[in-house]
């Protein structure tokens, strides 16, 4: 009964080709996936390798790595330096990109009518987060250090990386909105809340897992960030910026002067601090799931 009704629904269509077909897609998609992981593991190692040489045959003190800063000696160098600006970057970042992002996902979602200009906007803000991060640090270089006369200081740096991953924010925060069940806020209204006593008491507690996901795992993008940076004009420098406002080497900019020096000291010293800027990303995302299950359970 079956081979009648494949029959009748295939005609003459040869069906174990078809299932080859079938298979030899699934093995090629596989394949690809795996290529992926196998290079990374690759990648993971060779840095791991060329860390561990540091440590043990150019004698890399890890105490002094963390706590010094960028030297033109290698014997003397540390990341301490790269590290705080990179902790500078994060934190003006994740205020500025925070703020507009969210402002920007609740006004979408929550009050701008459903218009052709509207979903124009919606389009733009998913294909600003596919643009090359190069490009908002030329826009930055152009518009903040050359136009306004800043010069190459840190909260330059800042803006680019703001500017990069504010789309990201905003989509995933708009994702995050829409989950939230239409009869919850159906329900505040019907209890007399205004639209924004919903948007602030109901909307955003549910919302808050996927906000605060899609937020941190965008800095954990920015944060490895070097093209935007060097746009900006990146400086060289030996001591931690006290603040916004002044020269800095981030961890990505600093990785990339040591990793272009001729030393093999220099590479060692680059390699520790991959691992290092890993631990940060890793770190990072860890937060990520960690906030969102907590928020999830308390939900």
Request: proline share 5%.
């Amino acid at each position: 009964m079956s081979t009648k009704i494949d029959d009748e629904l295939f005609g003459s269509a040869d069906l174990q080709w078809e299932k080859l077909k079938n298979k030899l897609f699934l093995g090629i998609c596989f394949t690809a996936s795996l290529f992926g992981v196998v290079m990374l593991v690759f990648l993971l190692a060779d840095v791991a390798y060329e860390a561990g040489i540091g440590i043990v045959e150019f004698d890399i003190n890890i105490g002094q790595f963390l706590t010094e800063g960028g030297r033109r000696d290698p014997e003397d160098a540390g990341f301490y330096a790269a590290i705080v600006a990179s902790v500078w970057l994060m934190a003006l970042t994740a205020v500025m990109a925070f703020v507009v992002g969210v402002g920007s996902a609740i006004y979408l979602e929550e009050y701008a009518p459903d218009t052709r200009i509207t979903r124009l906007i919606e389009a733009n803000l998913a294909n600003l987060a596919g643009v090359p991060s190069v490009v908002y640090g030329l826009l930055v270089l152009a518009a903040v250090v050359n136009g306004f006369g800043t010069g190459s200081i840190l909260l330059a740096g800042a803006i680019a990386l703001a500017l990069l991953i504010v789309p990201i924010i905003i989509v995933s925060t708009q994702e995050a909105l829409r989950a939230v069940p239409d009869g919850l806020r159906n329900g505040s209204y019907a209890t007399g809340a205004t639209q924004w006593q919903t948007i602030r008491q109901v909307v955003l507690p549910a919302a808050i897992p996927g906000i605060l996901t899609g937020t941190i795992l965008a800095l954990a993008r920015a944060i490895g960030e070097t093209a935007p940076l060097i746009m900006v004009g990146i400086l060289f420098t030996a001591r931690r910026p006290p603040g916004p406002l002044d020269s800095f080497s981030a961890m990505p900019s600093q990785i990339y002067v040591w990793a272009a020096q001729p030393q093999p000291h220099f590479h060692h010293l680059a390699a520790l601090g991959i691992v290092v800027l890993l631990a940060f990303m890793l770190t990072m995302n860890a937060v990520a799931v960690f906030l969102r299950n907590r928020y999830e359970r308390e939900l």
